[in-house]
């Protein structure tokens, strides 16, 4: 799977742009705040339309325009798909997958998948649950469409349950009760499904892990074991019994406190919890294996290699942790910013300077 070319019009910085990559490695060069970044943006909103950065879509509008569009066509085994995105600045953006406007968002997974590295990934280690929820359901996605079903469906229903619970008002009543059961019904359902499904994968990720982080901290063998595990108190029992033993306690606080929306996934080096025990090298060394061993498990399921994007990570990392890094990239097509030059070792196919919302191809590279 590989861009072979993108167009942008009134898309962040960039009035106007065109592009051709290469199937290899392309590195994106320029001062911070001048568009790097961007560029990535767009690939990455018309794969999942949404933005890597976490941004609204009406930022994705240039200053001005009611609308941004991006195209890019995208080529898997020789066959080309060209996917369409018109994101309004109020209102709902529009996807269209070679000429066809797609029914529901979710009908785009699967047609462009990108693996991101940002100097933000450290954030799935040292960073809030939330986090670490919201990457393994990524890699769900990312690895079968099917699964977006069913994180929509668990917070669809959560967000009914929960305005049930203000409704009530701390108070319980017959009404409430009978109510709660049905939503409960449900709720347990979905969440059910959901944690299956999220350790399942965790299942299928821990061994690529452990082994990309220790390649990447070059450690002895025997040494640096690292253990992933789903932190699902409620899986025990099930989610129904549990809704059940906190119904009063969700009641008085007007929301749901136990189910998928609260579980973590837990990392350890050595028996030691990542997040509080390691030191912040060894914390971005592990946040570079869950990204590589993502695209490894999503690889494998799909049969296809997602893009790479890399957002500035080498101004981060240390001589050792870019030398090991790279050596553990796969060969895909792979898109690279940086505000430091081309990184040493990258040997790109292309160069594109970026600058004063212009983003201009180099010659002779």
Not at 135 to 156: F, G, S
Request: aromatic fraction near 4%.
């Amino acid at each position: 799977m590989r861009v072979s070319h993108l167009w942008l019009a009134d898309f962040r910085s960039y009035a106007d742009l065109e592009l051709t990559f290469p199937p290899g490695i392309t590195a994106i060069v320029g001062q911070n705040g001048q568009g790097k970044t961007n560029i990535l943006e767009a690939i990455g909103w018309l794969a999942t339309m949404r933005s890597l950065r976490g941004a609204a879509n009406e930022s994705m509008v240039r200053d001005g325009a009611s609308t941004a569009i991006a195209r890019a066509e995208v080529v898997v085994s020789d066959r080309p798909t060209m996917i369409e995105a018109e994101i309004a600045r109020a209102g709902r953006s529009r996807v269209l997958v070679n000429r066809q406007r797609l029914p529901r968002a979710r009908d785009l997974v699967g047609h462009l998948r990108v693996t991101v590295f940002s100097p933000d990934d450290l954030g799935l280690v040292k960073g809030a649950p939330s986090l670490r929820r919201a990457w393994i359901d990524d890699v769900l996605v990312a690895a079968a469409p099917k699964n977006d079903r069913l994180c929509t469906d668990y917070e669809r229903v959560l967000k009914q349950r929960n305005a049930l619970l203000k409704q009530a008002g701390g108070r319980r009543s017959p009404d409430i009760e009978s109510t709660l059961d049905v939503w409960d019904t449900k709720l347990a359902a979905a969440g059910d499904a959901l944690g299956a499904a999220r350790a399942h994968s965790l299942d299928a990720l821990s061994g690529l892990i452990g082994d990309a982080y220790r390649r990447i901290a070059d450690t002895e063998p025997g040494q640096a074991e690292v253990t992933v595990h789903y932190d699902a108190p409620w899986r025990i029992a099930g989610l129904a019994e549990e809704l059940t033993r906190c119904r009063a306690d969700d009641i008085r606080r007007a929301t749901t406190t136990v189910g998928p929306h609260r579980d973590d996934v837990g990392l350890a080096v050595d028996a030691m919890a990542a997040r509080t025990h390691r030191s912040q090298g060894e914390q971005r060394s592990l946040a570079l294996a869950l990204q590589l061993a993502a695209h490894r498990h999503v690889e494998a399921v799909t049969g296809t290699t997602p893009v790479l994007l890399l957002d500035d990570v080498f101004s981060e990392l240390d001589e050792h942790r870019s030398r090991a890094l790279l050596s553990e990239l796969p060969a895909v097509q792979t898109i690279i910013t940086s505000a430091i030059g081309v990184p040493i070792g990258t040997h790109p196919e292309l160069v594109i300077d970026v600058g004063h919302g212009r983003a201009v191809p180099r010659v002779g590279v």
